[in-house]
Structure formats: C-alpha cells, structure tokens
C-alpha cells in the first residue's frame, strides 16, 4: 500500500512543486510539437475521424476541437485531439517507457485546461507529471523487449500518464487520486494487434485517442468520489497480476520527482514512424556528403532492428513503411509533411521502381544495440560504388537533442501546409510566453472545418 500511497501523493501535490529551467523548457517543445501534430493531422483520416466523430457525440461545451473554434465535452475533445495528435506520425515518443506520450498526456492536458480555464504554469506542470506517471507505470511491468507482450505498452503508459495529468490539473484530493488509478487500472485496455492496422486509424485509437478518453473519465468520476478498491495496483488481482511480466512496483516512485521524463522524451525531426528515423537521417548524411542521383543507385540495404523490423518492414502505410521513405527521401531530397503522407506517391512508377532495389535485413545485432532504433544503409551505385552510413544517434533523441532552432524549423515546415502567419505567432506564444489556455485555443483555430 505505500508505493500507492505515495504515488498518488505525489500526483495530488505535483502542481505545488517547482520544475527546473531546463524540463520547463523541455516541456514546451513537447506542447509545441503536440500542437503541430494534432493540427496537421486534422489533415489526415484519424484526424478528420475524430473530429467529425467528437462533433456528432458533442456534450457540454468544455474544450475545443483545436483546429476550429467547435467546443464539445472535455471527454469528446481529448479524443478527437488525441485522434489527430497520432494521425501522421510526427508526435514525440519515450524509448524506455515504449510509448508515444504527448499524443495522449497533451490532448488530454488541454482539454481539462480548458473546461478549469487554467494558465500555462500549470499546463506545463501536468504535461510533465504525465510523463513521469506514464513512464514509470510501463517500466515497473518489467517488459523486455516491445514483442514480449500482447498488451500494448503503447496504450498503457498513455492512459496512466494522462490520468495523472488530469487528476492534478482538477486538484483532486489525495484520497481521489487513489479513485483516479483505480478507475484508470479498470479502463486500462489495448492489444498489440495495433501494428496490423493498414489505416491508421485503429493505431491512433489505441495510441492516444482512446487512452485520452478513457484517462478524462478517470479522472471526472474521482472527482465525482466514485469509491474505489485500496489497493488497485499491487493487490489481489489487480493491475501488476493482470499485465506485468515481471513486476517491479518500486520503480512506480524511483526518483519520482528528481528525474523528469519529459528530459528524456524523443522529439521527431521527421514525420515518420519513430524506427525509421534513424533511416532519414542517414539518407540525409549520404546525400549532402556524397555526389550521386537516385537514378544511380543499383542497389540499397537496410539494416533494420529485428525487434522493430515488423513494425516497418514494407507497410502498407506510406509514413511507416521503410522502403517507400527510403525511395521518396532519394527521389525528392527532402523529407517533410507532403512527401511522408502523399499516398499519390505510394503508387509512383519512380518510387516504385526504386523501392524494388531496396533489400530489407533484420538484425539481430542492432535491436541489442544502444542507443535504441539505429540503422545502417549501403547503397551499391551503378559503377560499383559503395555507399555506407551507420545511424547510431537519432535526431531529436536524448543522446542527440534538437535544440530550440530545430523545434521551431520542423514546426514552421510542417505548419507551411497552413499557409497562414498564424502559426508563427502561436509558436512564439508556446515556446516564450505565458499564458492563458483560451489564447493558446484561439491561435490554434485555423478554421479546418466549417466553423460552430
């Protein structure tokens, strides 16, 4: 009962306590890049499915569908969002907690923010919470590798960490902090199936539009003092017996409050499945730092971490499938929002004729490797030239951080799709400002969809 109870001590005190500068900071270019995800992904199915879902089911006008000024329930909303903030594969991940984070903790963050009109020293306080709470809830389940269970840590550690941030942000009681984990354990769902779904759409569900749902419910019906069982995590039959594989309860609270995950979250440089980074980035290396056309190529391998190599081996989704980014990447010399999610492409007679020159090869080797998700890639030119790069340290990863210049250039060249100098103003206001939740709502409203 003490690892509980201190862990929900902890969530019911954790807008009281200060964050250093850097996770402050750390922290808004998470809610930066989350807003860039959930309004560039209203452009894509999950995104234009949630919103047009949300709108049907409405509610309570507590919290906008960002993108448009249309406000439905908190509950509505942090799905709809959550839907969009996964819809095109650019939202930031946690290697360690094996999950997407901002795509779940940030929609849901906003949507209480919101329906409580809160400010943005508080905002930043729960989104780093739910980092910290949804890490350590997938890691204390002792998985050893991402194939070793049918539960998906993908959906776990999202709704554990979205539930905190809800919890805190509606200053529940001590007391309704253990309602909170106890209703959470009983929402807490998803099957790795996941990474079969040809759409995305099912994806985003598990990822962060259902966890977003789930964790806003959780939280409203503590407030509500839904009673709960005491000992929904460790005791008779509860969390840690249903989902671990080898539980270690005491890493729920290792350090819980001097080490800040968000300080050790991924942020994506390209809009592209998190294991094939590392490919685009070493396309990127072998096109500046050698003099070659795509039409030279004879041949390309690509090493691939055995433990990822079914995520991203040949998908039918362009901005998961390694060898159609690859190709793309070659082909245009860029790699932004249009060349990762234009499906016209996925069927390009260049494209395809390339991409049948790519050999996929999973390594054993590299999926024990660390840091996590490199690959390597040689290129065999048409006069027998030989092409090699090793990505060992991925863009925008703990070991090779972007920087505040690098956050704002992928905001501005994913936002570019918008046409609007909007987007620069909302950039600055997230990254340098306080502020309030509803000038952050208003700057997100790009009128995506007919107006209320």
């Not at 901002?102 to 329906?115: H, N, R, S, V, Y």
């Not at 005491?250 to 590392?278: H, M, R, Y």
């Not at 080797?365 to 890639?377: C, V």
Request: proline share 4%; with cysteine; net charge neutral.
């Amino acid at each position: 009962m003490k690892i509980q109870e201190d862990l929900t001590k902890y969530i019911s005190s954790a807008l009281s306590n200060n964050l250093p500068e850097k996770t402050q900071t750390k922290t808004r270019f998470h809610l930066l890049d989350a807003i860039v995800s959930i309004l560039t992904g209203r452009l894509l199915p999950p995104g234009q499915k949630g919103f047009n879902f949300s709108k049907k089911q409405g509610g309570v006008e507590e919290a906008t569908l960002l993108g448009n000024n249309l406000k439905v329930s908190a509950i509505n909303a942090g799905f709809s969002n959550g839907m969009a903030a996964h819809a095109n594969e650019t939202d930031d991940s946690h290697t360690k907690g094996r999950f997407h984070p901002g795509c779940a903790i940030i929609p849901t963050t906003l949507a209480i923010a919101e329906k409580e009109n809160l400010a943005s020293d508080e905002i930043i306080k729960g989104i780093a919470l739910g980092y910290d709470i949804g890490v350590r809830f997938t890691t204390s389940l002792g998985y050893k590798t991402p194939k070793t269970s049918i539960f998906a840590t993908h959906s776990i550690g999202p709704i554990f960490g979205s539930a905190a941030s809800a919890g805190a942000l509606l200053k529940l009681t001590h007391e309704q902090c253990n309602y909170l984990i106890s209703y959470t354990v009983q929402q807490a769902s998803g099957l790795a199936c996941w990474n079969r779904d040809p759409d995305h759409i099912e994806k985003a569900f598990v990822f962060s539009g259902m966890t977003s749902r789930n964790a806003i419910y959780s939280a409203l019906l503590a407030r509500e003092n839904f009673t709960s069982v005491r000992d929904p995590i460790l005791g008779e039959r509860g969390f840690h017996e249903g989902f671990a594989h080898n539980a270690k309860p005491e890493l729920l609270n290792e350090k819980l409050g001097e080490n800040f995950e968000i300080d050790n979250a991924s942020l994506k440089k390209w809009s592209v499945g998190s294991p094939i980074q590392s490919m685009m980035d070493a396309i990127e290396y072998l096109l500046q730092n050698n003099d070659f056309s795509y039409k030279d190529i004879k041949e390309l391998t690509v090493e691939i971490p055995a433990d990822r190599f079914h995520i991203v081996n040949d998908r039918e989704i362009p901005s998961i499938s390694a060898q159609h980014l690859i190709a793309v990447h070659l082909i245009k010399k860029t790699m932004g929002y249009e060349e990762a999610h234009d499906e016209k492409l996925f069927n390009n007679p260049e494209v395809v004729s390339l991409r049948k020159k790519i050999k996929s090869i999973s390594s054993e080797e590299l999926a024990i490797a660390r840091p996590e998700r490199q690959s390597k890639i040689t290129i065999i030119l048409n006069n027998d030239k030989k092409l090699f790069y090793h990505a060992k340290s991925v863009r925008g990863t703990p070991d090779n951080p972007m920087e505040e210049k690098d956050i704002i250039a992928k905001s501005k060249r994913l936002f570019s799709v918008f046409k609007t100098s909007q987007t620069d103003d909302l950039i600055e206001l997230i990254l340098h400002k306080d502020f309030k939740i509803n000038e952050l709502v208003k700057l997100c409203d790009l009128n995506l969809y007919e107006s209320n």
